[in-house]
């Protein structure tokens, strides 16, 4: 006979105040952050004719619509480099970042029947979409590298450091994803802000542009955008740019910190009514 007194049991109870942020639960829940990424990865491309082939096509012809107006008409300088590969190597960390910002800004309402349903850490539905955007950056990464062939640029020193502007463009989606997709249970209205937030974010990191055209002094508060020191770190990264982005990511990078542990915080205090409002 089983003796219901040996069984162990866990009791969840709603946090109050400011709570700690138990990462530790995420790497007990690991398995569900993996199954939670491939499902997105599977389901982005399920039924379509080109398949992963869009992860491709749509910071090439980006690029080729910003080297057609930025490049040919505006004359817009590239920092000595071809401006195709110098809107490419920028596009490349935007994209990846405007999509995780769409898609964890969505992710808790578009998981609703999961959240109501079981106990996990809620932090494993945002993070699970920004995973996924990685299958696209490595796909599009492939064709960058086909393009400095082609240009015949070669990758200095500095390239050891671009895992550090990847994970600086993955904590930048992520903080500010936390933001957004907690406000969204909220404020369903965070919804329609976001196609216009990620356009006029564009227009504001250099990316169809270089950083040197604002003035020494300004460098600083360009910086205050954490995707400027990203795409700028890309570029030195691999296309050996005369000047590192010294103050701007220095600026970028304090931002960034502010934002990812601001973001967790505010979504671990407002996951207890996640259930109830979502």
Known sequence: MLDVRATPSLIIRPSRGWVSLRLRELWEYRELLYFLAWRDVKVRYKQTALGAAWAILQPFFAMVVFSIVFGRLAKIPSDGVPYPIFAYCALLPWQFFAHALTESGNSLVANERLITKVYFPRLVIPLSS??????DFAI?????????????IAPTGAVVTLPLFLLLALATALG???????LNVQYRDVRYTLPFLTQ???FATPVAYPASLVPEPWQALVGLNPMAGVVEGFR???LGTAKAPGSLLAVSSV????LL????YYFRRM???FADVV
Request: net charge neutral; with cysteine; charged share 5%.
């Open 271 to 273: 996951e207890r009514s």
């Open 140 to 152: 599009a990464f492939l064709v960058l590298l086909g393009m400095m062939v082609y240009y015949g």
């Open 176 to 182: 500010v994803g936390l933001w957004l997709s907690a």
């Open 261 to 264: 542990v601001s973001g967790l």
């Open 200 to 202: 006029f974010w564009l």
């Open 236 to 238: 030195c990264a691999l």
């Open 255 to 258: 931002v960034v910190v502010v």
């Open 130 to 135: 920004l995973l996924a955007g990685l299958v």
